[in-house]
């Protein structure tokens, strides 16, 4: 079973917010939110290092937000003015070690969370 656990997708209208929530029960790993659209490989969101430097996808970059809350073992993805080609699957990643490139692999995955954007 995973040690990470995500929720709050969902499906909102252009333009709208969604926040994701990950609660994990691992200690000394990188934590990231990845996407993956049909048929594609899954791809780096947003990541966060053991330091709390972060990263972003270009296509993100302004309207996503990371954020993590040791004292709750939950890591965030903030989504504001979501646009329909953000419509994917949104995993949770964690990799041991500090990691704030958008290259890594994660060694754990989250079930996923589905988020629609309809226009």
């Known amino acids: 079973q995973s040690p990470l656990v995500e929720s709050g997708g969902g499906s909102v209208q252009a333009g709208g917010s969604l926040t994701l929530s990950c609660t994990y029960s691992?200690?000394?790993?990188?934590m990231g939110w990845f996407r993956q659209f049909p048929g594609k490989e899954r791809e780096a969101v947003a990541v966060i290092d053991l330091d709390g430097v972060t990263n972003y996808a270009s296509s993100v970059k302004g309207r996503f937000s990371i954020s993590h809350d040791r004292a709750k073992d939950s890591v965030y993805l903030q989504m504001r003015s979501l646009k329909p080609e953000d419509t994917a699957m949104y995993y949770c990643?964690?990799?041991?070690?500090?990691?704030?490139?958008?290259?890594?692999?994660?060694?754990?995955w989250g079930q996923g969370t589905q988020v629609t954007v309809y226009s």
């Open positions: 691992v200690r000394g790993y990188s």
């Open positions: 990643g964690a990799k041991w070690g500090s990691y704030s490139d958008l290259e890594w692999r994660a060694d754990y």
